[in-house]
């Protein structure tokens, strides 16, 4: 599902760039994102990392020159790192009032919030979140269509 869930990505990718002018934060990031939005604490350990990296790198930017491809190191190197610091994250759910359980905030790969980031400065960060989600929702609704009506549990390894 992976492959199918990247492959449409690019596709709707592709078609948001040359229709609305926008990308969707980076070609692999819809099809990344699709696999996840039944998971909100990904998604949002996700969009968290990429903005703790879209902050770091603007702060950078002040005191190091950066433009074009080491923009793009620079983000990438920050959101992995971010990424990887989201993984010992924790978040306390007692909605239920049944005990506390804890539940990782973990962004989704490790790449993935430094391409979010990267667009995030080039186009803004409403623009990347919105286009971003809208993609997300999109591969998600085809892969839902493609697989009966339902989703089986995701094997992502």
């Keep these: 599902m992976l492959f199918q869930a990247v492959g449409l990505g690019l596709v709707v990718s592709l078609v948001f760039t040359e ?10 990031v819809p099809g ?6 039944d998971q909100p604490l990904r998604i949002l350990g996700t969009v968290l990392a990429a903005l703790v990296t879209y902050g770091t790198v603007r702060l950078l930017g002040r005191h190091i020159l950066l433009y074009g491809r080491r923009t793009m190191v620079f983000c990438v190197l920050a959101g992995f790192l971010f990424g990887s610091l989201t993984r010992y994250l924790l978040v306390f759910n007692d909605l239920v009032g049944l005990g506390v359980d804890t539940v990782l905030l973990q962004s989704v790969g490790y790449i993935i919030p430094g391409l979010i980031a990267y667009w995030m400065m080039r186009q803004g960060i409403v623009e ?3 286009t971003m989600f809208m993609a997300a929702f999109i591969v998600r609704l085809a892969l839902v269509a493609a697989h009966g009506g339902h989703l089986i549990e995701l094997a992502i390894g």
């Design 19 to 28: 229709i609305l002018g926008l990308a969707a934060g980076g070609l692999v």
């Design 32 to 37: 990344y994102i699709a696999l996840f939005l």
């Design 128 to 130: 990347t979140l919105c």
